[in-house]
């Protein structure tokens, strides 16, 4: 039986929504906050390095996105070696207290893969110091288990290039992961459409984050909704346990007592 209470759980803190949705690339703070709300997602990531803290006549995110009613992640996008990741989630740390947070560096600007190496040794000083790391990495069951060793309370892997829409491009490698590791799974970067949040739940992920499939359609409210709708169909179909597949056809009528 399928438990009613399927919370979606991140280092002792229970959600209800699987869904996580990055705050960038929309036109306004208000488009972005509609769109977040018809999600449901009650986690939303933010580019510390991107943040106004500045020019104090500017809107800011939290004008629109309570951090009293939603969770803030705090990530490192943007940051391409150690030193700028750590130096980003410190700062964060310290201005809001943020310790739950998502580490992510990449390797270049043209593909914006993540640099393992930089990635698994920042993972292994973050966790000593304290925080509460979940992992953009790459699709690498191997390098999944590594992080989860280091301390990593989740892992990330990306479904194809950040941005890209192309959806997931490795599904044996998902599944391979998912069985390796004991704690949460959520694909990040390259969700297209609903259907491929579908997908990455039916293949056991514990959740996806999506940004630029919601945030560049071309009613980005509407796209939440359908991505909410999207995870939790997925979801239920993986906990419902697929049919096994057939070369041969099955009637679905009975056999017996046909006239």
Do not use: H
């Not at 390797?107 to 992992?135: A, R, W, Y």
Request: aromatic letters at 6%; proline letters at 4%.
């Amino acid at each position: 039986m399928i438990d009613k209470k399927d919370y979606f759980k991140i280092s002792n803190k229970k959600f209800s929504s699987r869904l996580i949705v990055g705050t960038g690339k929309y036109k306004d703070f208000e488009e972005c906050a509609k769109a977040v709300k018809a999600s449901g997602a009650e986690i939303v990531t933010v580019a510390v390095r991107r943040v106004n803290i500045s020019d104090k006549k500017k809107p800011i995110l939290m004008d629109y996105l309570n951090p009293k009613n939603i969770t803030y992640l705090p990530n490192t996008a943007g940051c391409f070696n150690s030193d700028d990741a750590l130096r980003t989630l410190r700062l964060a740390r310290d201005i809001g207290g943020w310790k739950l947070v998502k580490l992510e560096i990449l390797g270049d600007k043209k593909t914006l893969l993540p640099d393992m190496i930089e990635t698994l040794k920042s993972t292994e000083i973050l966790t000593k110091e304290g925080f509460q790391v979940m992992v953009y990495c790459n699709d690498d069951p191997l390098i999944a288990k590594r992080l989860e060793d280091v301390g990593a309370v989740a892992v990330m892997p990306l479904a194809a290039p950040i941005g890209s829409g192309l959806g997931i491009q490795n599904k044996i490698n998902i599944k391979i992961i998912k069985q390796n590791i004991k704690i949460p799974l959520l694909i990040d970067a390259g969700i297209g459409q609903a259907s491929d949040a579908a997908i990455a739940m039916e293949l056991g992920c514990d959740g996806v984050l999506i940004n630029t499939a919601i945030a560049k359609s071309k009613y980005p409210v509407e796209m939440a909704k359908a991505m909410k709708y999207a995870v939790i169909a997925g979801r239920k179909s993986y906990l419902s346990g697929r049919m096994s597949k057939s070369f041969f056809g099955d009637p679905s009528s009975p056999k017996k007592g046909i006239i």
